[in-house]
């Protein structure tokens, strides 16, 4: 849960506007995925994690973060390496069967693996440098229906509530041996995943009550955004033009 | 064929071995080119849209609506990131709860329950990412919500047992999402190879930790629909999952139930004879070795009536003498602890 809490309050991006903030990273976003190739990629990942060394992340965090995409860029990569392409690269035998390293997988592989890279390394920068409600802002300036950010933001502001009782509910299993062994684990996680279910339900009562009584009509006031800075605007611009240059070439 | 075989030792390489994240389902960011991503979240569009419809209508009439959504959402966030071992398998993998949003909230605003729960995931935990969140859409929301309430649905129109038809939901729930994730994998990685034949290899990478996840999710959401359902059938009620008829119906049985073995089987138990006579007794006879009369025979004469009239004098005079220990005072008072209480210390006690 503490990843979800990380926030680079010092770092200069921090001070941007949220909403440039993040249609800048979409607009890259989308150059990484449309290019045919390597370079551009490697650029933007070599670029963001620059920016994510100079925030001060902790290693642990950096750590937690990469993992799952980096295993799955390993998968991947085994995948087309020895799957796809026709011009053999090397050769070998495991447990009885011939492996054959391809050429072409290997260059499909990297281009994959390294479109994932740089597509985790911007979405991190622009996480790490917005709170959540400034980003939820920028969302909604960017037209995305307002039921849907509500939901979002309740979710947000629950998931630690309920991973809380969750934590409390386990321990209070766990000793009373309710992950022994595979059968009490299995009906002990059912309880407790219920349990988070009723809990939901009865502060969700609750939630409304409390709301209705200060004046909650179904809609929930969001963040307000300041105006635009026109430094700001200017080095999203230069930014974006620089991108798309280095995406041409 | 050589290929297939070996494309499953891949697997198993990739599937045990390698110590598997708790969000397996979830297509990482940018793994699929723009136009696939493109095409997943124009398939994901409209039932999105159809969800945010019915969340806005219901939250119209129902003020609790919202917030409810936003704490499943919060439930399905917290019970997708809860790594279960898989002792088969030997990897660590996930329920994806979609299964029961889709059967307590119904399948389109599930939808929109696993959206919230995948930005927030792909935002904070990079599980799943903002390029990627149509095809995960797909997979988890509106194959994993609409696979599990059409079950759901389908199994308890044909009085399917409650438990068993959302056992089957969660499972089906499960094996779906990743039938379709496989579906986006293949389709997105394949370059210019065939469909197919990836597919197959993605769909074997799966099976070791998802065959036995699946069979855990589907228990996992019977758990939890017979805990709401005990617990709290009112809201199952509220969430149009069962109606007043029916927990009418079940606690009727209930009630018929308890009155037959309190009332009538105690008079039919009293005809049946125990074990000790239809076996041990019955096969002594036919072996030539007749009972015997006991020593002392309770079910003869007055000896039981005797018993308890002794029984009554002595409890009567052990509480007699004892009484008066609790009315009078015996003996010089005394300090905790054994040391005897000057006059004046017990004067000031009794306040005289």
């Not at chain 1, 994510?52 to 993992?67: A, G, H, V």
Request: hydrophobic share 55%; aromatic share 12%.
């Amino acid at each position: 849960m503490h990843l979800l809490e990380y926030y680079a309050s010092d770092h200069w991006l921090a001070r941007i506007d949220a909403r440039i903030k993040l249609l800048v990273t979409l607009i890259v976003l989308i150059m990484v995925l449309s290019y045919q190739g390597v370079s551009f990629q490697l650029l933007v990942a070599a670029l963001s994690l620059t920016l994510i060394m100079s925030m001060k992340i902790p290693w642990r965090l950096f750590l937690l973060r990469f993992s799952e995409p980096l295993l799955i860029v390993l998968v991947v990569l085994l995948l087309k390496i020895f799957f796809s392409g026709h011009d053999p690269l090397f050769s070998f035998d495991i447990l009885g069967f011939q492996l054959t390293a391809y050429r072409e997988g290997l260059a499909e592989g990297v281009a994959i693996g390294s479109r994932i890279m740089a597509a985790i390394s911007l979405m991190a920068v622009l996480v790490y440098a917005t709170p959540f409600p400034e980003l939820m802002a920028a969302l909604s300036w960017l037209k995305i229906p307002r039921g849907f950010i509500e939901i979002l933001l309740y979710a947000y502001r629950y998931i630690f509530v309920l991973f809380e009782e969750a934590m409390v509910i386990y321990q209070a299993q766990k000793n009373r041996l309710g992950y022994a062994n595979f059968r009490n684990r299995l009906s002990s996680f059912g309880v407790l995943t219920g349990s988070l279910i009723l809990k939901a339900f009865e502060q969700s009562q609750t939630l409304s009550t409390a709301m209705v009584q200060r004046g909650y009509d179904g809609n929930m006031p969001l963040f307000q955004s300041r105006p635009f800075r026109s430094s700001e605007i200017f080095l999203s611009c230069l930014v974006v033009t620089a991108m798309g240059i280095l995406w041409r070439i | 064929m050589k290929k297939v075989k070996c494309g499953f030792i891949i697997a198993l390489i990739g599937g045990v071995a390698l110590p598997q994240d708790a969000a397996a389902m979830h297509i990482a960011e940018g793994l699929l080119p723009f136009n696939w991503a493109a095409f997943w979240f124009a398939v994901a569009l409209p039932f999105f849209a159809w969800g945010l419809y019915l969340l806005k209508k219901r939250s119209q009439e129902d003020l609790s609506f919202k917030p409810l959504v936003g704490l499943m959402a919060a439930v399905v966030f917290i019970i997708s990131c809860m790594p279960i071992p898989v002792p088969f398998a030997g990897t660590c993998s996930h329920p994806c709860g979609t299964g029961i949003s889709g059967i307590l909230v119904g399948p389109a605003v599930s939808v929109v329950i696993t959206a919230a729960a995948l930005v927030i995931q792909a935002l904070f935990l990079a599980h799943g990412g903002l390029s990627t969140l149509g095809a995960d859409i797909v997979s988890m929301g509106v194959m994993g919500s609409f696979t599990g309430f059409l079950t759901f649905r389908a199994l308890r129109s044909v009085r399917v047992n409650m438990a068993a038809a959302a056992f089957m939901a969660g499972l089906f729930a499960d094996w779906a999402t990743y039938f379709m994730t496989s579906v986006e994998l293949a389709a997105g990685i394949r370059g210019e190879a065939a469909f197919l034949p990836l597919f197959w290899k993605v769909l074997i990478a799966f099976i070791p930790t998802q065959l036995p996840i699946g069979i855990l999710e589907g228990a996992m959401t019977a758990g939890m629909v017979m805990l709401l359902y005990k617990k709290r059938p009112d809201l199952l009620i509220k969430m149009r999952v069962i109606k007043d008829r029916e927990v009418a119906v079940i606690g009727a049985v209930l009630i018929a139930f308890t009155i037959f073995f309190s009332g009538v089987a105690p008079t039919e138990a009293s005809k049946w004879t125990g074990v000790d006579e239809a076996v041990i007794e019955k096969i002594a006879k036919e072996q030539g070795r007749e009972p015997k009369e006991p020593l002392i025979n309770m079910e003869q004469g007055d000896l039981p009536l005797f018993i308890f009239l002794i029984a009554g004098a002595v409890g009567g005079f052990a509480a007699g003498y004892y009484w008066r220990v609790l009315i009078t005072e015996k003996g010089s008072p005394r300090c905790r602890g054994g040391a005897e209480r000057s006059p004046e210390t017990s004067a000031k006690i009794r306040g005289s």
